[in-house]
């Protein structure tokens, strides 16, 4: 399932600023969630798949907590840049709403729990 991931790829879903991103991607495997978060910091000179793993469908704990990775890797874009006070060092809100609101769309998708 690991290979179908792409998050670098289409960067559908992603929180960050001009320096520091972080891209997610999820897909459906049977009875289960293969997921992925890949980091790209052009000021540290890393491009590299941070997160991954696999949720059983049937585990909506997770699948909800799965929901949250956007909040979580903002707030660590957030400490990153905590001392800076450059414009482009700061994660944009509105994106970050948008993000995670379609972010949660995808899993809701992948999970046959999308509300009407």
Known sequence: MVREL???GHLNWTVGNEDWIACFDAVRT????AYQ??????SGAFLDT??????????????ENL???????ADICREHYAHSRKR??????RDLARTRK???????????????
């Open 6 to 8: 792409d998050a670098y």
């Open 30 to 33: 049977g009875d289960a969630l």
């Open 37 to 42: 978060v890949v980091v790209d910091c052009v």
């Open 50 to 63: 941070l997160e991954a793993g696999t949720i059983a469908v049937s585990d909506t704990d997770k699948i």
């Open 67 to 73: 929901k949250s990775l956007p909040d979580y890797w």
């Open 88 to 93: 482009e060092h700061r994660v944009k809100v």
């Open 102 to 116: 379609q972010w949660a769309e995808h899993l809701d998708d992948l999970t046959c729990r999308r509300q009407s």
